[in-house]
């Protein structure tokens, strides 16, 4: 659950993509090699069935021109004050093109790419979309920053 939790955009989403992998991995339970990390494989299925789930469903939703967007600087010291929960609310908040290549890239260790290939999309895309995410946490996490220190000081 918190893999596809990662990858969606709200908990009925995350279990909507944990109930088709489990169902992949009961129907594929015989393509298992007993000498390999079952976590691992399973782990594997559920990104997997993430990405599935995202060309199904919202690949080309939330384009955005990005001529506009410019980097904005994140005080060192912000993510020593933010909690888990919001750091991933941020994430999940992301339009899901870029939520998507911010998991693969930033958490799951994949090369754009690979990024690319998985989501039938460019390279540059894949880069142009991490950047954009980043820019869009590093603003949506400054801001919530600020809340809490207007509200604890």
């Excluded at 690979?114 to 869009?136: H, M, P, V």
Aim: some cysteine; proline content about 3%; hydrophobic content about 35%.
């Amino acid at each position: 659950m918190g893999v596809c939790l990662r990858y969606a955009r709200s908990r009925d989403e995350a279990i909507e993509i944990v109930n088709d992998g489990f169902y992949k991995i009961m129907t594929n339970l015989d393509k298992y090699s007993p000498g390999l990390s079952f976590k691992g494989w399973v782990r594997r299925i559920m990104i997997n069935c993430a990405i599935d789930h995202f060309r199904r469903n919202e690949k080309h939703y939330d384009n955005v021109d990005i001529s506009f967007v410019r980097d904005e600087n994140l005080r060192p010291d912000v993510l020593d004050h933010l909690s888990t929960e919001v750091i991933m609310q941020a994430v999940q908040n992301l339009p899901p093109s870029y939520r998507m290549v911010f998991n693969l890239y930033c958490i799951e260790g994949f090369q754009h790419a690979e990024i690319a290939q998985k989501l039938n999309i460019s390279e540059g895309t894949s880069k142009s979309n991490l950047n954009i995410a980043r820019t869009k946490l590093k603003k949506a996490l400054g801001m919530e920053f600020d809340l809490n220190a207007e509200q604890n000081g």
